[in-house]
């Protein structure tokens, strides 16, 4: 388990750094593009030194027991990819291809109206399914508790469904700025985006539900494995969390180049 | 002769004309439109997505607002929504665009759409329910033309369309023609959309 504990946090911290150099410059690419990039390998580099450094002294002053139970490698993996993707990543991208950002610039703006709220991607029969799912995970989990597990990992179960869940729902308002000719294309690509997300968002949270319950368990049942179980599937969430976010966005890239050619013909 | 200029509340003085007969800018929305695109950003393998939303897509009126208009957001949005009543484009009981969706799509403020949709169910042409949205009100808008207030309302706007259609240089005839196609097309009957959207 221990190279799961080392790999993940860089796997996650090259991967915005990764993923740019696969995103091929558009024409209309931004002259700092070059800089941008440098400024996000950089960054890469400096947080791998932040992570390494970090890690042999955890490594050093503690016994292994110790932190392999410490939450660091998981907390630095994600802040660290947030930041590193939001704060060089996207910049990077944008520099090299404008179609990663919708043209707010332009001064006519169009919308559907269509209501968006009434019609969410994942339908009801699936939620029902999803909320039986997470009682009967929620139960497992408290029997768990009251055996004898760690009552934090309640709390966690409750944030992952929140989170999960709101991001399910939230993806049906977000925005989708179309063209003065409503092009059928567009609105296809945005539904594309909606259901992608509203799915991966609801697969993620029953996973993650499902995830939460078994380690629970697995604290009472056999200890040992818990850790191993809980590392394991952390990363596995964590993994499939950065896959669909950057699909996500690669479909979100594709409508905005497509509105920005819409625009720029108009 | 000049091309006729789109005569949306949001065109600003000395816009690109439009080509063609433009009454609202929302009604544009149904044409079909061929595949454009700069080729993929990045490959993903076997997306059929589009290809399966695509089969229960509807397609719904479009509302445009210009933000280098003289006209205010709240007008513009107004007039749109009032157009697609008007045309039937979106029917008594069709639900509307929750406000924070369309300021999102339009990307305003909520407070400026909040404001349009206030203005439209003030004059009874949308209905707001706290939790349940905005949706379309039938017969009002029928019963409101009686009004000697609205009444004369609609006689200064038709006073200020035909002065701007003179100064803009059309002759009589071309006014009256484009009048007249923009009522043959207001009163055309609409096959209905989608029975989905419908509660």
Known sequence: MIWFQRLFPVFMVLWPAAFSVFVEPHRDADARAPVLARRLWLATLAALLVHAGVQAWIEAALPPQHWLRSGWPTAYAVSASMILWFGFGVPALVARDPGWRAPRAAPERSAALAPRHLHHPVPRAAWVAGWIVFALCAGASLWAVLAGAHAAILLGLAWWVFMAGFGARRTVLEAEPLDREGTPELARQYAALRAFKAWCFYALGLAGTVCFSAVALLTVAHPPLAGWAGAALGTTLGLFGAVFGTLASVRRARANRLLHERTREA | ?199
């Open chain 2, 1 to 199: 002769m000049r091309p006729a200029a789109p005569l949306s509340a949001s065109s600003p003085p000395g816009a690109r004309p439009a080509a063609g007969l433009r009454v609202c800018p929302h009604r544009q929305a149904r044409l079909p439109s061929p595949s454009v695109g700069g080729g993929p950003i990045l490959p993903l393998p076997l997306d059929i997505l589009p290809l399966i939303v695509s089969l229960f897509a509807t397609i719904h009126p479009v509302l445009t607002v210009r933000l280098d208009s003289h006209v205010p957001l709240t007008d513009q949005i107004a007039t749109g929504l009032r157009c697609a009543i008007a045309a039937g484009e979106v029917a008594p009981g069709d639900p509307l665009p929750t406000v924070r969706q369309l300021a999102a799509d339009l990307g305003l403020d909520m407070s400026t759409v909040a404001r349009a949709y206030r203005m439209l169910e003030a004059e009874g042409l949308v209905a707001s329910v706290r939790g349940r949205g905005t949706t379309v009100r039938a017969g009002r808008a029928k019963a409101r033309a009686s009004e000697p207030a609205v009444r004369a309302e609609l006689e200064r706007r038709a006073r200020v369309l035909a002065s701007e259609a003179r100064l803009a240089g059309m002759t009589r005839a071309t006014t009256r023609s484009m009048l007249l196609a923009a009522l043959e097309q207001l009163w055309q009957p609409r096959p209905r959309r989608d029975s989905t959207s419908r509660r």
